[in-house]
């Protein structure tokens, strides 16, 4: 009943918007890492005509490709969106990058490239807003964490050599996005993992993909074949278009939003991503369904200028109302990162280091030659592979049961934003409930400290964080100005109890374990920040509330607890809409993103075959 599949021309990227097909079966809003991945599922067996909205460009620069450092991209204006948070009173009011990928890929093509999954209870958690019988849990997700990753293991003289535990029978070896190890790592590493246990109830779980907290080694989105980048771009577009004349692509779009007759999404509207207007806007049908994958940032700004949204923020728009889903856009959480004490190695014997590929021109000289060479070397180390992914428990031994108590017993409304929902509070003392279990966990991390292997180390990341921000469209002009986005870092107490311990506890890590015999010596905030009151003036002036991992905008919860959309990923109260992406996460995992959301895309995917 698809006959757009037999006549539709065989181009990878259409390069006008005349070429678009008056219709379709499936419009992606948003080709990044969800949505490549659900439209790759979809087109494969040909059945289906599939179009790809795109607002940023197709790019195969070596800023997306190389995987020296990571994420290239960051600094590089074409390939993302950046605009500033509104002050963040919790900060000294400074206001906070909001920062994505904007290219076909989306963040997947500029992120750090770091494999972590959650841990089993975070998946779990996100099932029982639902009750027993949800099939989002571990063992539900489990066959998509393996279906969404192509894992290489190390070579074996690289896990001898730095005591690297992995378990394959976590992975798959099917999908075209890649989760690799480098030729090498810098050789500090070893002590600097070894050193966790040095301190009680730190564990080394099987395999970073077990769903246990612990130390541990992983992979990278790095393919070991070419030693590029691999992304939602290069493992479900690249190639495969050519073959599937049923897929169309149309890049440097923005969607303003979804047109909705009776209360079916039924066509999509959308500008040249360079207009400043609608004069010029665009239509197009959907005949099954639309799929919102803009990310956490952007798809609540679509449903909410669509008239999908909380009602009050969308008369104060001017924007008519087609469904009261107080939920779009709160529930907004980020990892604060720049949380603990940073740390210089005056005794360094490890040779060479993070910082040689950074400093030492004669290291880079000959990484650079050894690459062009045969592709090894230093030049295959991307941002990170190894570090402690910690519960409470462990960081903070002596207060960990007063810190949950005092979550546990607070009003859930007494830090939301003050006009919230009922509904939206109702989803959050859920949330507040089950975040209290899994706080009280030994299997729940909350505290993540990653390893560069340099003279200098100590980047912490905040995986739980219980403060919920806002992203609201500008009331004066919801399609074109960047959403209104509000951390609202710092609002729950509980979040400045739990960052109080952090840096104690990485101050052990590094002066009470072996690596004192290293001469570490803080950098910052100094030693002689002790007090509380010190720790947090210093918190407030330098934490960072995001570490690129935003979620929770669209969660997947039940509707009367703030949900926007049901287990299926469809949108409450709209017909023929679904969200998929990082923004139905309805609580972070202990971990960071692109994994988890992959996986999401993979189940997502087979939820929509089912339906169609
Ligand atoms: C700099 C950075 C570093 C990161 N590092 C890591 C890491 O090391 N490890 C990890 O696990 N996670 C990391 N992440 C997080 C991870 O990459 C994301 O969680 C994940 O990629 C989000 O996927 P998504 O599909 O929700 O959104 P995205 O992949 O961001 O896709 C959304 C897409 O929608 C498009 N879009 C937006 N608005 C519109 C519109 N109006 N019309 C049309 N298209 C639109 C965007 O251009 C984008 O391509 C990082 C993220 C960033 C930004």
Same mark, same amino acid.
């Not at 290489?152 to 050599?161: D, G, I, K, Q």
């Not at 779009?328 to 005794?347: E, I, K, L, R």
């Not at 002596?398 to 810190?403: G, Q």
């Not at 905008?553 to 949108?571: K, Q």
């Given at each position: ?13 259409? /390069?006008?918007?005349? /070429? ?16 490549? +991945? ?39 204006? +074409?390939?993302? !969106? ?47 807003? !639902? ?70 109830? *730190? ?128 529930? !907004? ?190 950098? +910052?905030?100094?030693?002689? *920040? ?56 309805? /609580? ?25």
């Amino acid at each position: 009943d698809s006959p757009a599949a037999r006549y539709i021309p065989r181009s990878k990227i259409l /390069d006008k918007t005349d /070429d678009l097909l008056p219709e379709y079966d499936f419009i992606i809003i948003g080709g990044g890492t969800a949505g490549l +991945t659900v439209a790759d599922r979809l087109t494969e067996g040909l059945e289906y005509s599939v179009l790809v909205l795109e607002r940023g460009v197709f790019q195969n620069s070596s800023s997306v490709t190389t995987v020296a450092g990571g994420g290239q991209g960051l600094f590089d204006p +074409t390939l993302t !969106f950046n605009f500033n948070s509104v002050p963040q009173a919790g900060l000294n009011n400074r206001s906070i990058a909001v920062y994505g990928g904007m290219i076909l890929g989306g963040s997947s093509g500029v992120n750090g490239m770091q494999v972590l999954r959650g841990q089993k209870e975070d998946y779990n958690r996100w099932g029982s807003y !639902f009750g027993p019988s949800s099939d989002w849990s571990w063992e539900g997700l489990l066959p998509y964490f393996k279906k969404a990753w192509n894992f290489h293991p190390p070579s074996v003289e690289l896990a001898n050599e730095f005591d690297m535990k992995y378990d394959a029978s976590y992975w798959g070896n099917t999908s075209n996005v890649h989760a690799s190890f480098p030729t090498m790592f810098w050789p500090v590493l070893k002590m600097q993992m070894a050193a966790f246990q040095d301190i009680p109830g *730190v564990d080394y779980p099987p395999d970073s993909g077990s769903g246990k907290a612990g130390a541990y080694w992983h992979p990278a989105s790095v393919d070991p074949g070419t030693v590029l980048r691999s992304f939602a771009r290069s493992g479900h577009w690249d190639d495969i278009n050519l073959e599937r004349p049923n897929y169309h692509t149309l890049t440097e779009q923005r969607v303003l939003k979804i047109a909705v007759q009776g209360n079916r999404a039924t066509s999509v509207i959308f500008v040249s991503a360079n207009a400043t207007d609608q004069s010029q806007a665009k239509s197009v049908k959907a005949r099954k369904e639309i799929i919102m994958a803009a990310g956490s940032i952007h798809t609540p700004q679509i449903l909410q200028a669509s008239g999908i949204g909380p009602k009050k923020l969308l008369k104060e728009a001017g924007v008519p109302l087609v469904v009261d889903a107080p939920g779009v856009g709160s529930n !907004f959480q980020d990892q604060p990162f720049v949380v603990a004490p940073t740390f210089n190695f005056t005794t360094f014997p490890f040779h060479p280091d993070f910082y040689d590929m950074i400093l030492n021109q004669t290291f880079i000289a000959e990484a650079r030659a050894q690459f062009k060479k045969d592709r090894t070397g230093p030049l295959t180390v991307s941002s990170g592979y190894c570090g402690s992914w910690l519960p409470l428990q462990v960081i903070a031994p002596e207060s960990w049961e007063d810190i949950v108590e005092r979550y546990e017993s607070q009003d859930p409304a007494a830090y939301l934003p003050s006009n919230s929902d009922k509904a939206v509070i109702a989803g959050y003392r859920a949330q507040q409930k089950a975040l209290a279990k899994s706080m009280r966990s030994k299997n729940s991390a909350l505290y993540n400290l990653f390893l560069r292997g340099g003279y200098e180390d100590g980047s912490a990341v905040y995986l739980h964080p219980t403060s919920r921000g806002t992203v609201q469209i500008n009331r004066s002009d919801p399609f074109f100005s960047p959403p209104e986005v509000d951390y609202r870092a710092l609002s729950n107490p509980t979040d400045l109890d739990v960052l109080l311990k952090f840096t104690p506890f990485t101050r052990k890590y590094f002066l009470e374990t072996r690596l004192r015999t290293l001469n570490p010596v803080e950098l +910052t905030p100094g030693a002689n *920040v002790t007090a509380p009151a010190d720790i947090e003036a210093w918190l407030r002036s330098v934490m960072i509330p995001s570490s690129f991992h935003p979620v929770g905008t669209a969660a997947m919860m039940p509707r009367h607890l703030g949900g926007v959309v049901d287990e299926e990923l469809l949108v409450y109260g709209v017909q023929g809409l679904r969200v998929v992406d990082a923004s139905v996460i309805p /609580d972070l995992p202990g971990s960071y993103t692109q994994q988890t959301v992959y996986a999401i895309a993979e189940k997502a995917a087979d939820l929509i075959k089912r339906r169609a």
